[in-house]
C-alpha cells in the first residue's frame, strides 16, 4: 500500500491544493446524478465540493492512507450515505462495484510511478464516454526542492519522476482513452514565514524522504532544504489532464 499521511497536520495546512481543487471541479461538467470517483481523495475537501455539484449522485472516495480516509469521514459525517470510502491502491485493479461516470483527481497522481498501469486501472472503471479530469506534478515541478534536497544529501532520492505532456498522452492512449487534452501550468506557492513553509515541507512536499530517517535528523534536514530556498515558495508546476473513455 501506498505511505500513510500525517492528515490532521495536512487539514490545518495553508494548502495551494485548495485552488488546485476548485480548478479541477471547474474542469469536469457534471449533471448532477453521477457517481464520481475522487482518485486520492486525501482528507476529502474536493470530496465535499463533489458532493455539492451531485445532489443527485454519489462519490466514491478512494485513497491508500487509512489516517487520510478517517479525517475524511470525520469531514464528511452526516454526508457519508452519498460517499464510497474506499482503501486502496490506484495501481491495482479498484475494489468497488461497477462502474463510474467520472474520475476526478488532484495532487495525487505524481505519488504513483507507474502512470500506465494508474490509467488502465482507471479506465477499467470508468464508463465508455466517461471524463477523466485531473491534475497533480508535472514536468519541471519543485525543481528548486529538489535542488535544495540534493544539495543537502548529497544527491536527491528518486521520489518521482514528474510525468510530461507527450508522455501523459501517450499513456492515456494506450489505455483506452480519447479526446485528450494535457497541458503543463507552472504555479508557484508563496508562504506566509519561514515557520509556514517549513511545516509545509514536512507534511506534503518531504513526507515521503522523511519516513526513512532517523527521527532525530528529520527537522535539522527539512530546516536545511528550507534555507537553501531563496524565498518561501515551493516552485510547482501542474500537469493538467482532461481525457474520455474510449
Ligand atoms: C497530496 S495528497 C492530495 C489529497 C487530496 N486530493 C487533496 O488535494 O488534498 C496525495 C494523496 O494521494 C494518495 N495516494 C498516493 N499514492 C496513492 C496510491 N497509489 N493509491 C491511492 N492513493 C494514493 C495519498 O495517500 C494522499 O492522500
Known amino acids: 500500500m501506498p505511505r500513510e499521511w500525517d492528515a490532521k497536520t495536512y487539514d490545518s495546512l495553508?494548502?495551494?491544493?485548495?485552488?488546485?481543487?476548485?480548478?479541477?471541479?471547474?474542469?469536469?461538467?457534471?449533471?448532477?446524478?453521477?457517481?464520481?470517483?475522487?482518485?486520492?481523495?486525501?482528507?476529502?475537501?474536493?470530496?465535499?465540493?463533489?458532493?455539492?455539484?451531485?445532489?443527485?449522485?454519489?462519490?466514491?472516495?478512494?485513497d491508500g492512507s487509512v489516517r487520510m480516509l478517517e479525517q475524511l469521514r470525520e469531514r464528511l459525517a452526516g454526508r457519508l450515505d452519498r460517499v464510497e470510502v474506499v482503501h486502496a491502491d490506484l495501481t491495482r485493479p479498484l475494489p468497488f462495484d461497477g462502474e463510474v461516470d467520472a474520475v476526478f483527481s488532484v495532487a495525487a497522481f505524481h505519488w504513483i510511478a507507474d502512470h500506465a498501469a494508474l490509467f488502465t486501472s482507471l479506465a477499467g472503471?470508468?464508463?465508455?464516454?466517461g471524463r477523466l479530469v485531473s491534475e497533480c506534478g508535472g514536468r519541471g515541478n519543485i525543481a528548486a526542492v529538489n535542488a535544495a534536497v540534493a544539495d543537502v544529501l548529497g544527491g536527491a532520492p528518486d521520489v518521482w519522476d514528474f510525468a510530461g505532456v507527450e508522455d501523459t498522452r501517450r499513456q492515456l492512449t494506450d489505455a483506452g482513452f480519447t479526446g485528450i487534452e494535457v497541458g503543463l501550468r507552472p504555479d508557484p506557492a508563496r508562504f506566509e514565514s519561514g515557520d509556514q513553509l517549513e511545516s509545509y515541507l514536512a507534511t506534503v512536499v518531504l513526507g515521503a524522504h522523511l519516513d526513512g530517517m532517523a527521527g532525530d535528523d528529520r527537522e535539522p534536514f527539512v530546516k536545511a532544504v528550507a534555507a537553501r530556498l531563496a524565498e518561501p515558495v515551493v516552485d510547482y508546476v501542474?500537469?493538467?489532464?482532461?481525457?474520455?473513455?474510449a
Do not use: F, Q, S
Open 238 to 245: 501542474r500537469l493538467e489532464i482532461a481525457a474520455t473513455r
Open 125 to 129: 472503471r470508468l464508463r465508455p464516454g
Open 14 to 62: 495553508p494548502l495551494p491544493h485548495l485552488g488546485w481543487g476548485r480548478r479541477t471541479l471547474g474542469r469536469l461538467p457534471l449533471a448532477g446524478d453521477e457517481r464520481v470517483l475522487d482518485a486520492g481523495c486525501g482528507t476529502g475537501r474536493d470530496t465535499a465540493g463533489l458532493l455539492d455539484l451531485l445532489p443527485r449522485g454519489r462519490v466514491v472516495a478512494l
